[in-house]
Every structure is written in C-alpha cells, then in structure tokens.
C-alpha cells in the first residue's frame, strides 16, 4: 500500500481517493450511478448516501469499483456518537485479498482526526455479511483495532475501534453477548 502526494492510497493496482465532505460532481455521479446500477440503493437514497462516501475505490482500469461510507449516530445508552461504517464493492472487484481492509483503515485514519462537529468517539461496524463471522475475517478485523462488543437486535456482530486507542464496551442492555 503506498500513498500518494495527494492523499490518493495505491493498493494492489486500486486507487483510494478521500473524498469525505468534498466528492466533486463526477465523483458524486459515478457514485450514484454504481449504486443504481447494482440495484443496491433506491435513488433518493443513493443521492442522501453520497455525502456519507469516505474513499471512492477504482480498479486498475479506473472503474468505480467500491465506497466506504459512514454516518453519525449516538450508541444508545449513553455511549456517546460514533461513526457507523459501511463497505460496497462491486461484485466484479469483490475477492481482491486485504482491499477492502485497506479501506477500512484508511477510513478510521482519515476520521479519527476529521473534524466533526459532533466528535465521534470511534468507528462501529455492523457485520452484514455472514462470510465475516469465518476465523480469517475475525482475525483481520482484530488485527485491524476492532473489537467485538456484542451483536444487535438481528444477531449481527457488531465491532468497534475508539479513537482513544481504549476497549469498547457495549452500554449495558444495549446488545446480547458476543
């Protein structure tokens, strides 16, 4: 993985661009554009979520490939905020070994010293996809600085990493045991 004079990540012939609060027009686009046509969003909703795109991801031939997104929300029990974390990769640039854990850590790079007005105090991710829940993916995940606090209300692990460098804890009553 190596950097770029601006800002720009290289991983395995991807290119990571930051673009969180400023994706320019054609950026915004190709963004709406991969998530219609993947069916994935709804266009309002793909509209609303292109101001939440941390990194774009494009293949060695410069195809949109994928986005990391976040938004911020409170943890209920008084945890505080934190950024929530999302990944999409197009399933043709889907399998691409450690690209999309680079992803995630140039996200948590960039955000832990973002400022927001509401100073998230870490990234928390919920894991949609049961391929994650296998001893490699676990072993990235905490290899990366997350920790499994529990899983929510759908049986879904949830994983966090404090910016302060401490151990989540999940607020009592919030979620079931991991």
Known sequence: MTDSPAGDIEFRGYK????YGRAP???????????????????????RRVDEVVYTIRNPSGELAGVNTVYVQDVPGGAGPYYFYRTFVRPADRGVPGLTTAAFKAAVALLRDHPHARSPRGVVAIVENAKL??????????????????????????????????????????LKPA
Do not use: N, S, Y
């Not at 990571?16 to 673009?19: D, K």
């Open 25 to 47: 027009p054609a950026a915004r686009d190709d963004i709406v554009g991969m998530w219609l046509a993947a069916g994935v969003l709804a266009p309002d909703e793909a509209h």
């Open 16 to 19: 990571l661009t930051p673009v």
């Open 133 to 174: 829940a296998r001893r490699g993916a676990v072993a990235r995940m905490k290899q990366v600085g997350l920790h499994l606090v529990g899983r929510d209300a759908q049986g879904r692990d949830v994983w966090c990493v404090k910016f302060d460098g401490t151990v989540p804890v999940a607020p009592a009553g919030l």
